[in-house]
T-cell receptor, first 114, second 110 residues
Framework: GENVEQHPSTLSVQEGDSAVIKCTYS??????FPWYKQELGKGPQLIID?????GEKKDQRIAVTLNKTAKHFSLHITETQPEDSAVYFC?????????????FGKGTKLSVIP | SQTIHQWPATLVQPVGSPLSLECTVE??????LYWYRQAAGRGLQLLFY??????ISSEVPQNLSASRPQDRQFILSSKKLLLSDSGFYLC?????????FGEGSWLTVV
């Protein structure tokens, strides 16, 4: 089955700096890659996703890049703010008929220092 | 728009007592439904998923069970809780691709 590795497990950045979280996946058939943000005591919330027919996607201060050949994808947060502090999860899946499952990375705890 | 409701938000239960967590989804039909657990660490562990009424798949053997009595209702149960059942339980749903999570239920078994 699919295996997703996420690095780093913890990340501290100064406010205003950029943060990058990287994930690798094992199944070359995976074609959908979402990112979730989980604030303390809350459920994970989807913040951005990318499909395998796209190499990069941006939404204001966040962007995701995908390298299908190398089987890795990354989350980039620019101009970080204290409210970006949270745990971030990457995930990978194969879209198809019937049931659908995501394989998650183990998460990255991002701390933005004011 | 679609919404997901999960309750109760927090509960403290003694060892050996039963458990029932409920989840409903609004604004969509025939969703895939999921129960995840998040222990003291950060990882998300898939417990059960369902592709339709009465159809439950278990990912992890344990003393928990799940049921889907209605299209948009998913229930997580236990007859006798263990200390190791403590954690943060998340209900989720998906349509075509993305999974959306509820706000979670904190369970402490004492």
């Amino acid at each position: 089955g699919e295996n997703v590795e996420q690095h780093p497990s913890t990340l501290s950045v100064q406010e205003g700096d950029s943060a990058v979280i990287k994930c690798t996946y094992s199944d070359s058939a995976s074609n959908y890659f979402p990112w979730y943000k989980q604030e303390l005591g809350k459920g994970p919330q989807l913040i951005i996703d990318i499909r395998s027919n796209v190499g990069e996607k941006k939404d204001q201060r966040i962007a995701v890049t995908l390298n299908k050949t190398a089987k890795h994808f990354s989350l980039h947060i620019t101009e970080t703010q204290p409210e970006d502090s949270a745990v971030y999860f990457c995930a990978a899946s194969i879209r198809g008929a019937g049931s659908y499952q995501l394989t998650f990375g183990k998460g990255t705890k991002l701390s933005v220092i004011p | 728009s679609q919404t997901i409701h999960q309750w109760p938000a927090t509960l403290v239960q003694p060892v050996g007592s039963p458990l029932s967590l409920e989840c409903t989804v609004e604004g969509t039909s025939n969703p895939n439904l999921y129960w995840y657990r998040q222990a003291a660490g950060r990882g998300l562990q898939l417990l059960f998923y369902s592709v339709g009424i009465g159809q439950i798949s278990s990912e992890v053997p344990q003393n928990l069970s799940a049921s889907r009595p209605q299209d948009r209702q998913f229930i997580l149960s236990s007859k006798k809780l263990l200390l190791s059942d403590s954690g943060f339980y998340l209900c989720a749903w998906s349509g075509q691709d993305t999974i959306y999570f509820g706000e979670g239920s904190w369970l402490t078994v004492v």
